[in-house]
């Protein structure tokens, strides 16, 4: 039960990271999701070193008009973590 809880909590944080650290206007999360997300996070280390990475990327994308393109494997490897959180329970 506690697995099933936790793959899908994954799955519902793979999903939400991203908006979240984006704060996309488009559809930003509500206040108890972020509260949710941030719960999640401080208790998985798989989720939370995705949201490392998305943060990492942001902040590529960010200084990207100051300096040279943000580092393509990074990106690669957020857009992977993302996929793997969000299809490992549909398995
Ligand atoms: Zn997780």
Do not use: N
């Not at 509500?30 to 990492?56: M, P, V």
């Not at 300096?67 to 857009?79: E, F, G, S």
């Amino acid at each position: 039960m506690s697995t099933l809880s936790t793959m899908w909590t994954c799955h519902w944080a793979g999903r939400r990271i991203q908006r979240y650290l984006d704060a996309d206007p488009a559809a930003p999360l509500t206040a108890q999701e972020a509260h949710r997300l941030h719960r999640h996070l401080a208790t998985c280390a798989k989720c939370a070193s995705a949201a490392e990475d998305f943060r990492g990327l942001r902040r590529a994308l960010a200084t990207w008009s100051q300096h040279r393109t943000p580092d393509p494997q990074l990106a690669a490897r957020v857009r992977d973590t993302a996929r793997q959180l969000i299809a490992e329970d549909a398995g």
